[in-house]
């Protein structure tokens, strides 16, 4: 028993399925069979009026117009080398940013070290309460006492 009313048959030339559950491209308004839907797999002369990306720098952070028929990494790589307004010298992070508040200490570290009891960020040489004659809340305790 045959249904002949049912089913469309892919628009594709090369393979004119006939499938029952077929889908329409929304570029080409042409029906096709889930393995040529894609607008690459059915080669779509329409696919650029829905499948318009802006691609950004990675470095600035600037939308690369980019024309039809281009490839958006050349045109991206070719702003980076020439119109890019990064500096990377400007933009430089300084990781020892955490300077002890020791008194003729000028040492800096990466990261924070508190001390518990005044709360004063210190190098690691000086960062328990003994070392840094600490005026906190109590007295100093020693860690090995």
Request: proline share 8%; net charge positive; aromatic share 6%.
């Amino acid at each position: 028993m045959e249904l002949p009313g049912l089913g469309q048959p892919c628009s594709a030339s090369f393979c004119r399925r006939l499938d029952f559950l077929p889908l329409k491209c929304d570029a080409c308004e042409e029906v096709f069979c889930k393995d040529h839907i894609a607008y690459d797999q059915h080669k779509c002369t329409s696919a650029y009026k829905k499948d318009v990306q802006v691609p950004v720098c990675p470095l600035c952070n600037t939308p690369i117009p980019v024309r039809r028929g281009e490839m958006p990494d050349v045109v991206v790589g070719a702003h980076m080398d020439r119109d890019c307004k990064y500096n990377p010298a400007q933009h430089k992070e300084r990781i020892f940013t955490n300077k002890c508040l020791k008194s003729g200490c000028k040492r800096k570290e990466m990261m924070k070290l508190v001390c518990d009891q005044c709360h004063g960020n210190f190098c690691i040489k000086h960062r328990h309460p003994l070392d840094h004659d600490c005026k906190g809340g109590g007295r100093p305790i020693s860690k090995a006492g």
